[in-house]
């Protein structure tokens, strides 16, 4: 991911990979400070991007990815999301592996993100995002 909280570039020269950092930036929630034609920097919360402002993205709050636990089965233990940002749940607890989690055998390992409802992904790193079922 491209870091833009230092941003000296007004977006119309901006890359088409910039642009779409800061586009995920503002569809996360994220906040921005800008500054249009010399003005002093402000914050701005939504509206779209203009060629001459320049936007540096504001840091969002780390959170955890919020997992639906009644949706998923009693046997499913853990859940991790891994660099590329596939979520996996399995009956194991995994390690990290490069950008992946890796997971002793035998073992029963899904991928759920592509399931509605079931994941919402946080702003916390991937390393950060295994979680075990809470028990109650």
């Not at 990979?17 to 800061?22: D, F, L």
């Not at 701005?44 to 990815?65: A, C, I, N």
């Not at 891994?82 to 592996?97: F, I, N, P, Q, R």
């Not at 992946?100 to 992904?121: A, C, E, K, N, S």
């Amino acid at each position: 991911m491209i870091d833009m909280t230092n941003n000296r570039v007004p977006y119309g020269l901006l890359t088409d990979e910039e642009k779409a950092a800061m586009h995920d930036h503002e569809k996360a929630g994220g906040d921005f400070l800008v500054t249009t034609l010399g003005s002093p920097w402000f914050i701005k919360t939504s509206g779209g991007f203009t060629d001459h402002g320049t936007y540096r993205t504001v840091s969002l709050p780390l959170t955890q990815d919020v997992i639906a636990w009644d949706r998923l089965p009693d046997w499913v233990e853990w859940v991790a999301r891994d660099e590329s940002g596939k979520v996996h749940c399995s009956d194991v607890e995994a390690t990290t592996c490069g950008g992946h989690w890796m997971y002793r055998l035998p073992t029963d390992v899904r991928r759920i993100d592509d399931f509605p409802g079931i994941v919402q992904i946080g702003t916390c790193d991937w390393k950060d995002s295994k979680q075990r079922r809470p028990r109650g």
